[in-house]
């Protein structure tokens, strides 16, 4: 049984949530507030997060930032209000894997929830672990090191980054990249498959706009040399 963690300001919105997803069969905790979710983040482990943006307190972009800082690799759901554009491209900055914009069905929410576990919990083969440069990965452990430092990858990016180092010297178009690391059932744009590129860069690569191994092959797609 998978626990989701829900950070959640909005009572009968929580509320609503918790239940359909208790109905699923899903664990769910609810944190009312920034600081209170971070500490059940630590304390209960959940397997995913949803998280609204507007929280009273630190926001939604905070609470993410901090997440990653200290280490949870787990998918993190932002929950944005309609027509927060902006939102979507900084939050992806920060580490969020998805999003949904307010309002949105719980059915939609439920079906990209199974998206996001299914990924991290029955993934293709794993690679096991591979070098490249300074970079050393160990997908099954979901660790990752740069000249021999800690480097935290979110699940998507890992993901992305098997699929291309599985694929390596193929170019593998956005399209594929969109229906292996997110799913079929869902319809993130393609900015958001370059925005996760675009980190993945800035973590692994010595200069991310010289990348070396995290190539993009123009009009095409992207290709791993390596
Ligand atoms: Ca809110």
Not at 152 to 179: A, G, K, P
Request: aromatic share 8%; net charge negative; hydrophobic share 40%.
């Amino acid at each position: 049984m998978a626990t989701i963690l829900l950070i959640e300001d909005e009572e009968s919105m929580a509320t609503g949530l918790r239940d359909a997803f208790e109905h699923h069969g899903y664990r769910v905790m609810v944190a009312a507030e920034g600081e209170a979710g971070l500490n059940m983040a630590d304390e209960e482990l959940p397997d995913i997060i949803l998280l609204d943006v507007m929280l009273p307190g630190i926001d939604g972009f905070d609470v993410c930032r901090l997440l990653r800082k200290r280490g949870v690799t787990v998918p993190i759901l932002m929950l944005t209000a309609r027509g927060e554009e902006v939102d979507k491209v900084v939050g992806m900055a920060i580490g969020a894997d998805d999003y949904l914009t307010k309002p949105f069905s719980t059915r939609e929410l439920l079906a990209r929830v199974k998206v996001h576990l299914r990924r991290v919990t029955d993934k293709v083969p794993s690679l096991g672990k591979y070098e490249f440069g300074d970079v050393k990965v160990d997908f099954t452990k979901f660790k990752a090191y740069k000249n021999s430092e800690p480097v935290d990858l979110t699940s998507t990016e890992f993901s992305l980054l098997q699929l291309l180092i599985t694929r390596r010297s193929e170019i593998v178009t956005r399209e594929q990249i969109l229906n292996t690391v997110w799913g079929y059932d869902t319809y993130p744009d393609s900015r958001t498959v370059d925005t996760h590129i675009l980190n993945l860069r800035q973590k692994l690569e010595d200069n991310p706009r010289k990348p070396e191994y995290i190539l993009t092959v123009h009009g095409l797609g992207y290709k791993f040399a390596g």
